[in-house]
């Protein structure tokens, strides 16, 4: 067993070592609006659904500079998003969505991903993204100097047909294989979603 104190390491230390620990992780891809309508495209994986509320977290960090992400400051002007969950067709273009790009550069554009109008939010919805969630602001929370918990309240839910299942109204996970992100610096830095089972309730004598 290798045991590392986290309150004596470094930042970097700790965010390379706790993010390699915590897998797999569902990836948040977030399309945004500017407030000239412009749109924006970036991934999220410190990210987690709550389901009762109907409620998104993601934690978003801060550019090397200091500055606001793109992705955050759409969120605090328009106070809207929509969050994405990807599957393998769409895992290159996902990551290449990560870059760093002047906000005038529109990732949308950049990486040809068609887009539809959501229902009601400004922010669009990516045509070929098997799950889309309409999403507004509820409230931002700084956890540290370069770091902001944003909780969204999810409004409406978008499933391509076919994952969902009709009958039992709920997406089948057998259906799709949903992205994960994995450590970023020893091996694989993404997974797909592999062998999958149901077991039912248990028992009780
Ligand atoms: C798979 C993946 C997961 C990421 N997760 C996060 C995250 O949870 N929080 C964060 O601040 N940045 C994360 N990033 C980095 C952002 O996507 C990156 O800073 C991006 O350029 C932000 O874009 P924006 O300025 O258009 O919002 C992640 C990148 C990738 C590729």
Redesign the pocket.
């Known amino acids: 067993m290798t045991t590392r104190d986290l309150a004596s390491l470094p930042k970097r230390d700790v965010y390379r070592i706790l993010s390699s620990l915590v897998v797999p992780r569902p ?1 948040a891809w977030i399309s945004t609006v500017d407030a000239s309508g412009r749109v ?8 987690m659904g709550i389901f009762g509320p109907p409620m998104l977290a ?4 801060r ?1 090397q500079d200091g500055s606001l ?4 400051r759409n969120l605090r002007e328009r106070g809207e998003a929509v969050v994405h969950l990807a599957d393998r067709p769409l895992l290159e273009a ?2 290449a ?5 002047p ?1 005038e550069v529109s ?1 949308l554009e950049r990486l040809g991903l068609a887009a539809v109008p959501s229902l009601r939010v400004a922010p669009p919805r990516l045509a070929r993204a098997p799950v889309a969630l309409e999403c507004r602001l509820n409230r931002e929370l700084d956890l540290a100097p370069a770091s902001t918990l944003v909780l969204l309240d999810v409004l409406v839910a978008h499933a391509a047909d076919r994952i969902y299942d009709e009958a039992l109204d709920c997406a089948d996970a057998s259906r799709w294989q949903p992205l994960a ?1 994995l450590a970023s610096v020893a091996g694989p830095n ?1 997974g797909v979603l592999g062998e999958t089972l149901r077991l039912e309730a248990p028992q009780l004598p």
Do not use: C, M, Q, W
């Open positions: 990836i924006n495209l970036a991934p999220f994986s410190s990210f993601v934690t978003l960090g550019r992400k793109d992705t955050h996902l990551h969505s990560g870059e760093e790009v906000p990732e992100r993404y």
